[in-house]
């Protein structure tokens, strides 16, 4: 992998990982577009771009890292266990689904759940519209429903959103929620991954990992900040209209 393609990369990471699009489905498309094969150093390299939009969360949240938010971690923890549980339990049986085909799919179904649960959605009859608030039954029913990103396309933001979203929280609650709880379920991928491919982050493409490193985390640390302005104003009807119209066009190129 040369820096450019590091760069491309790490600007889907950083935009893709925090939407409701599906950061790795957008990997597998484009990696597959761009011809680089799925060899460990390169594997080893989207666990260093994943690890750089950790950060962008933490530096975009770093004022919730107090004692006094204890209550609202521990709720993040308790919706990571399903996840956690079935990802660990059947990662090896998740890999197979790792296909254009079934990224094409998924972006499709995604897009109609998406454009349904916003015809019928009313943000003014949302309980929660703090993080804070959210209680820990609604946080355990959003981490069973981000169990399904464990499918590629899904999209894992878009998932917690939705889950979010149904159990009584606005929009805007709903992504950050979303991405808080991206910080357990991205380190653990992480992790796992960094100790499966340690030995590749010795390899002389150090400069491309630097590069896809940085980019990524700038990008997913002005999208963070974008997407919430986006929701001041707007749906998510956008979204799923894209991941209807990427689905279609990723299906009919194969």
């Not at 703090?130 to 039954?137: I, L, Q, R, W």
């Not at 355990?140 to 878009?158: D, E, K, M, N």
């Amino acid at each position: 992998m040369d820096i450019l393609q590091a760069i491309i990369l790490g600007i889907i990471e950083g935009i893709t990982e925090f939407l409701p699009i599906s950061s790795t489905g957008h990997l597998i498309v484009v990696s597959d577009w761009l011809s680089i094969d799925q060899t460990e150093t390169n594997k080893a390299f989207e666990v260093i771009i994943q690890f750089s939009a950790i950060l962008a969360v933490i530096a975009n949240y770093k004022d919730k890292f107090s004692m006094k938010h204890t209550a609202l971690w521990m709720k993040v923890a308790l919706a990571f266990i399903p996840i956690g549980l079935v990802g660990f339990l059947f990662h090896h049986q998740i890999k197979e689904f790792f296909t254009v085909s079934t990224v094409g799919v998924m972006f499709i179904v995604g897009g109609i759940v998406f454009l349904v649960l916003e015809y019928f959605y009313r943000e003014n009859s949302a309980h929660v519209e703090d993080v804070e608030d959210v209680t820990y039954k609604q946080a355990l029913l959003i981490g069973l429903a981000q169990i399904f990103a464990l499918v590629p396309g899904t999209s894992r933001a878009g998932a917690s959103i939705v889950g979010a979203m149904l159990v009584g929280l606005n929009r805007k609650a709903s992504a950050e929620f979303s991405f808080l709880l991206a910080l357990p379920v991205l380190a653990a991928a992480a992790g796992f991954d960094m100790l499966k491919y340690y030995k590749e982050f010795s390899d002389g493409h150090l400069l491309a990992l630097l590069a896809g490193f940085i980019t990524s985390f700038i990008v997913a640390y002005l999208t963070i900040k974008l997407f919430l302005r986006f929701l001041q104003r707007f749906t998510f009807v956008g979204f799923g209209v894209y991941r209807i119209l990427f689905g279609a066009l990723l299906l009919w190129v194969i």
